[in-house]
């Protein structure tokens, strides 16, 4: 026995003393690559700025070492930052060190307006430097393709496949499978086209959601041909032609006859090319450098850098209330109210990529917003979604700029509650219990809610439905009669927005500095500060592994397929506040 227990204790002691091994170990590689960041990049001369985007692109992203590792552990691409990209192309035109851009996309992970404002960039990059911009691809999704037209040259190799074929909108619907499990939804909403509901209601979109899904689909995808006619020299009637005949299943001489190709050509005749760009051997390598070096690369900027004038980018990215990786609304109040304060601060623009959420969330935040723009000027800038509690959080704001294919509006409240009872039930489970007052109980899920509870709860969302107008007509100057007429819940493009007062402009970020810039009354230049501040790197790893830790693990099980969209649209339902203002769970357009 006592040997036994003398074993047992060695092992425990030896399997701690090898975890602590390992963690010290773990923090010491995390640390060699937090200081690997840090190190300076140099940029050879005559190289190319390799643009691969592989991997999903979302607004920021901190200088995480973690996900580096991780990104190598898995074989997957880490995410990469809008804003780093972006700053990269503009590096790249005024760095006589690079000669061009070699583009390779072939499957992007991001909305339409992101991918929009990287094409805008790399034509303005090409206008402004005169230098060349050159795309390749095994395979060009449809997204990766509008975002290669901004190239000089399309490449694609024999064999390879392009999809251009229109765009779609799906929906997935969940109530066949909670009948079997004897779940009733119970809705409460205000609009027609609040149809944030529906995936639990129904078994396909009502003729209000087929509606409004089909105009705003139908006005991206008219943008988008609009777009590539113009860059391909062909004609949008040519286009759609071509889009009906389903390219990627044509011959490969097809693509290159319908103008959306200029050549087939296999990699290594694109890098002779290359090499023919920037004039040198075709024996030796070409100098080129990946965006996410390049990102770190210090480049001087003639007009910007030491200026006194200072131009805040506060981003909001993210469900509204409803999970650890969306928005916090005070966290976000706080930070908007900070810059509020800061007196060496001129303006703020708004960075808005949001579904919505909660709406007593979208409120807080709201507050915080208007009170900035009687202090200072406020602009909003739209990403792919700003939506329902992301329209209301835009609404006091000095301008709204947007994409034309932003989704944007959904102007309208709903509440969902579970009723489990007959899942409870079907295995025999009961509840039972004790109140003091008449709804001490509400909302309860075990059982449905009576006559009066309901009449209590539509009541509920009736007034925060015209709170919403109000809000929303206070912003854009008008009536509450006027914005109940393009709301009930409706998603608009930015496009559709414009004609219909929701949106002032049309642009990216961009346009929304030169808007906040000229209201400000900022004649020289300015500096950006990009709030709230992230995390060190140190930080980002403990938060990663804690608070992200069963983020990770799904993406690791599910990838990025339709069951992880499930699982999220699941938890949010489980995790979100009664009354939500946001768009239909999980909107997706190919």
């Not at 804003?83 to 690079?98: E, M, V």
């Not at 034509?123 to 999704?141: C, D, Q």
């Not at 947007?402 to 709903?414: D, E, W, Y």
């Not at 938890?571 to 939500?580: A, D, F, N, T």
Request: net charge negative; charged share 25%.
């Amino acid at each position: 026995m006592k040997k036994f227990l003398k074993y047992t204790l060695a092992v425990i002691v030896g399997s701690l003393v090898s975890v602590g091994i390992l963690m010290i170990g773990f923090i010491i590689m995390v640390g060699i690559f937090a200081a690997a960041g840090q190190e300076e990049v140099t940029v050879k001369d005559n190289s190319l700025l390799v643009l691969k985007l592989d991997g999903p692109i979302v607004e920021r992203t901190p200088d995480d070492p973690f996900a580096q590792i991780m990104s190598e552990f898995t074989g997957e691409a880490a995410p990469i930052g809008l804003n780093k990209i972006l700053a990269s192309i503009k590096k790249a035109s005024r760095d006589k060190r690079i000669k061009g851009i070699y583009l390779e996309s072939g499957v992007i992970m991001a909305g339409h307006a992101t991918i929009e404002e990287i094409r805008n960039a790399l034509l303005e990059f090409k206008e402004k430097s005169g230098k060349f911009v050159i795309s390749f691809a095994p395979v060009y999704s449809q997204k990766s393709y509008y975002l290669a037209t901004a190239a000089d040259k399309i490449y694609l190799p024999p064999a390879g496949m392009l999809q251009f074929q229109g765009l779609s909108s799906q929906r997935t619907f969940f109530k066949g499978t909670l009948e079997k499990l004897g779940v009733e939804m119970q809705v409460f909403r205000h609009g027609q086209f609040k149809s944030a509901v529906e995936p639990f209601t129904r078994t396909e979109m009502s003729e209000a959601a087929r509606l409004q899904t089909q105009t705003y689909v139908q006005s991206m995808w008219d943008h988008i041909a609009a777009k590539v006619a113009k860059e391909r020299n062909l004609s949008t009637e040519a286009l759609n032609t071509t889009a009906n005949k389903a390219p990627w299943l044509q011959p490969d001489e097809f693509l290159v006859e319908a103008g959306l190709l200029d050549e087939l050509k296999y990699k290594d005749q694109v890098l002779k090319e290359l090499k023919d760009s920037v004039s040198i051997d075709y024996s030796k390598d070409l100098n080129s450098i990946d965006i996410s070096k390049y990102a770190k690369a210090y480049v001087p900027d003639d007009k910007r850098g030491i200026s006194k004038n200072k131009i805040a980018v506060i981003y909001a990215q993210g469900a509204i209330d409803s999970g650890q990786e969306g928005i916090n609304s005070e966290d976000l109040s706080r930070t908007i109210r900070q810059a509020r304060r800061d007196s060496s601060i001129d303006a703020v623009v708004l960075r808005i990529n949001s579904p919505g959420g909660s709406g007593m969330g979208s409120e807080i935040i709201w507050r915080e917003v208007k009170l900035t723009t009687e202090t200072k000027p406020l602009i909003v800038s739209m990403g792919d979604l700003a939506a329902s509690g992301g329209y209301y959080i835009a609404a006091p704001a000095d301008a709204i700029v947007a994409h034309p294919n932003t989704l944007t509006g959904s102007i309208g409240v709903f509440g969902l509650i579970p009723n489990v009872k007959g899942l409870l039930n079907k295995v025999g489970i009961t509840t039972d219990g004790v109140k003091t007052n008449k709804f001490s109980d509400l909302p309860s899920i075990d059982r449905p809610f009576r006559p009066e509870e309901k009449e209590l709860m539509q009541a509920y969302i009736e007034n925060f439905y015209d709170v919403f107008l109000q809000r929303c007509a206070e912003g854009r100057s008008t009536t509450k009669a006027a914005i109940d007429e393009i709301g009930q819940g409706r998603v608009w493009s930015g496009e559709n927005a414009i004609d219909i007062n929701l949106v002032d402009v049309l642009g990216g970020i961009d346009t929304a500095l030169e808007i906040a810039a000229e209201k400000a009354d900022i004649k020289d230049d300015y500096r950006v500060v990009e709030l709230p501040k992230l995390l060190s790197p140190f930080e980002q790893l403990m938060k990663d592994l804690t608070g992200n830790a069963s983020a990770f693990m799904k993406n690791i099980i599910w990838g990025q397929s339709e069951y992880l969209e499930i699982l999220n649209t699941v938890e949010s339902l489980k995790e979100s506040y009664p009354i939500q203002a946001r768009v239909p769970y999980e909107i997706s357009v190919n």
